[in-house]
């Protein structure tokens, strides 16, 4: 791997992402963070991103997506709209149609500034409630196109794909980030910091994911 090498991160600040930016760390030479504000519920979500941006040092772009807000009204965007898990192969109430499809579309045109080749996303197919847009065909897909669209040769990084939520927790652990990621990342739909509400989605795959590697953890099965 030449690390001597420049990479963007999507960054949200939550648990995935910020796992993602150690990873980076570890691996390129030069490490940006791309954060997008679409009117999340919790502006505290785009504090948060800032504030671990900040603490370790990395440059940090926030770009405003308002218009995802205007078009794609969603639970997370809107208060008037509960967050509900999908049920019978339904998608949930979080899912904005074409989220990451724009994310990693504008994350490649600053790339493309910044002459970064490379990008890294905190999508998983693991344990996702079936967005189509964390899917590995999508983001291969997506890949060929940008490098099409732009002539460039980005490589887009994935490093969470393949993950469930206690190896990802374990990823964290072995990147020496662990207590930083469980402290301070917000994953909460509730906008609540670190271990968060313990009751919606959000904090009901994160605390079963840490639980999960603390007892592997425990057990000795590292
Ligand atoms: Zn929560």
Not at 36 to 46: A, N, T, V
Not at 154 to 178: C, Q, S
Request: overall charge neutral; aromatic content about 10%.
């Amino acid at each position: 791997m030449n690390n001597k090498e420049k990479a963007v991160v999507v960054f949200s600040g939550g648990q995935d992402s910020t796992t993602c930016l150690f990873w980076a760390m570890k691996r390129f030479s030069e490490v940006e963070a791309v954060t997008f504000d679409y009117g999340q519920r919790h502006s505290l979500e785009i504090e948060c991103a800032k504030n671990i941006a900040n603490e370790l040092c990395i440059r940090h772009h926030i770009l405003d997506m308002s218009l995802l807000n205007q078009l794609a009204p969603n639970a997370l965007t809107r208060d008037g709209i509960a967050v509900k898990e999908g049920k019978d192969g339904q998608l949930p109430s979080t899912f904005v149609p074409g989220r990451n499809l724009l994310f990693l579309s504008f994350a490649g045109i600053l790339a493309y500034q910044t002459g970064a080749r490379h990008i890294v996303t905190g999508v998983s197919e693991t344990d996702f409630s079936g967005y189509p847009d964390c899917r590995d065909q999508f983001i291969k897909s997506l890949n060929v196109t940008m490098n099409l669209s732009m002539n460039q040769s980005f490589v887009i990084h994935t490093p969470l794909m393949w993950l469930d939520k206690a190896e990802t927790w374990r990823l964290a652990d072995e990147l020496g980030a662990f207590e930083f990621v469980r402290k301070k990342t917000l994953t909460c739909y509730h906008g609540k910091i670190a271990d968060g509400c313990g009751e919606c989605p959000a904090c009901r795959l994160r605390k079963k994911g840490l639980e999960q590697y603390l007892q592997e953890k425990g057990a000795g099965k590292r």
